[in-house]
C-alpha cells in the first residue's frame, strides 16, 4: 500500500497481538504493524511525516538497528515503548534522548499517550499545510557553527521547536544556555506568543498572572539559571506556576529552564525541584562547552566582530592569522561569554584595521592550550638533558651520546634554557 505525506500514518514496529495502541480512529489515522525493518524502511522512502511507535520491550529489534533508520530518515516521530528496566540501558536512553518526542513504561498510559499522538499529528498537519516550513526555521536559525556538537543542537532545536515540550537546557556557566533556549522559541511554531522571563533576583508574584489575562492561545515562561534560586524562591516559583496552570487550564504553557546542574541532579536535588519537574516533565539539552565545539570559536569571533563594527562603528574587519591560530587553542574556560567579552574590548579600542594576536593577549594564560604544550615541552626537555648531564658527571660527549644528539646541540640547549655544566635536577 502506498502512503502519502498528506494522510496521518502510525507506524508500529511490533506485533499487533503483543502492542495495543490507544483508538485514534477519530483522527482519521492510518495505523500499520511492522515486524520486519525493511518493510518499515521501505515505507519511509515513500512517506517520512510519520509516526512510528517502537515495542522495545520485547527484544524483538535491536536497538542500533532502530538508531540507524533514526539516523537515516530525519523526520519520524519516534515513540518508544519499553519496560522500567530499560531506562538503565544507555544506548536506549541515548537514542531516546537524541530522537525520541517521548516514551512509556509498561504498563502503557493510554490518555496520555493518546493526548500525544493527536498533538503530533496536529504538528504534521500543520507541516503538510506549509511545505517551507521546515526551511524557513532553518534560516531563522542564528545557530552559529558547524562542529558536530552545534549541529547536534542546532538539529535537535529544529526537531522540538514546534512540539509543546518543556525543554531543560544545562552546561557550563557562559556556554549561551539563555541563547540556546531563545533561538527555540524564536523559530516554534508559536513565535508570536509573549515570553515570560523568571530570574532568582526578580520573581513574579502570583498575582502578576492577571498581566496574561489577554493571552488566548499558549504562555512560554523563561526561568533563567535555577540553580541560583533558594528553596523560598522554588517554591513561590512553584506556586506560581501552579496558580497559572489552573488559571488557564485550556491554554498551552510551555516552559524553558536553564542550569548549570543536569536534569538528573537537579531533579533530586530537593523536594521542590521534584515537584516542578513532575508538573511540567522536561527534555534535556545539554549545551557543550565553547573547546568542546572546536573550530566554531573563529566562526563565532568573526561573527561578534561584524557586530561590533555595525553597531559601535569600530575600526577593526578581521583577524591575522596568527590572531586565529591562538584562538583555536585557547581552552575558553569563560566559554562563548569570555570570547564575545574579550572581542567586544578589543574591537572597540583598537586602531587597527586587523586584530593580532598581542591585541587578544590570550598567550599568556595558563588555560591556553598551546603554551601548556610548549611549557610542558621545555619542561621535559630541561628534566631530560640535566638527568643526562647528572648520570655522565657532567661530561658533555657523554651525554650528547646518549641522548643521540650533538655536542653542539647540547651546548644550543644550555643556552636555550639558561644551564650550564654544573646544573641539577635540583637547580
Known sequence: MLHMNHFNNIFILGKKNELKIPDVNYLKCNVEYYSDLRALEKQFQICTKVICIVDLSRDHF????????????YGIRWLVI?????????????????????????????????????????????????????????SDSHIIGNSQATLKIK??????????????????????????????FKIAQTKHNQLIHIKHDSLMDKNDINHFADIK?????????????ENQQLNEVYNFL??????????????????????????????????????FRFIEIKVPTLTARGQDSLLLAEYFLAKFKEKYNAIPSSFTEQAKKNMA??????????????????????????????????S?????????LKQAKDDLEKWILCSAMERHNGKIMSAARELGVSRATIYRLFQKHNLNQDTSLDS
Open 62 to 73: 535491536s536497538i542500533q538497528s532502530i538508531t540507524r533508520l533514526a539516523k537515516k530518515w
Open 82 to 138: 519499553l519496560n522500567q528496566s530499560q531506562t538503565k540501558n544507555l544506548k536506549i536512553s541515548k537514542f531516546i534522548y537524541e530522537y525520541c518526542i517521548d516514551y512509556f513504561t509498561l504498563p502503557i498510559p493510554y490518555k496520555y499517550m493518546e493526548l500525544m499522538i493527536k498533538h503530533q499529528i496536529g504538528c504534521i498537519s500543520l507541516s503538510n499545510k506549509e511545505n517551507n516550513t521546515e526551511s524557513e526555521t532553518n
Open 155 to 184: 538539529n535537535l532545536i529544529s526537531r522540538i521547536s514546534d512540539t509543546d515540550l518543556n525543554v531543560f537546557f544545562s552546561g557550563d556557566s557562559g556556554v549561551g544556555k539563555v541563547f540556546f533556549a531563545l533561538e527555540t
Open 217 to 229: 492561545e499558549s504562555i512560554d515562561i523563561l526561568i533563567h539559571d535555577i540553580d541560583k534560586f
Open 242 to 279: 501552579s496558580n497559572l496552570t489552573e488559571q488557564y487550564s485550556n491554554s498551552k504553557i510551555r516552559l524553558f529552564v536553564t542550569s548549570k546542574q543536569d536534569l538528573s541532579s537537579f531533579k533530586f536535588s530537593n523536594i521542590l525541584n521534584e515537584r516542578l519537574y513532575n508538573l
Open 329 to 362: 587553542l585557547y581552552l575558553w574556560p569563560g566559554n562563548v561569554r569570555e570570547l564575545y567579552e574579550k572581542v567586544k574590548s578589543v574591537s572597540i579600542t583598537s586602531s587597527k584595521n586587523s586584530i593580532d594576536a598581542h591585541d587578544l593577549n590570550l
Open 364 to 372: 599568556e594564560s595558563s588555560s591556553n592550550l598551546g603554551a601548556c
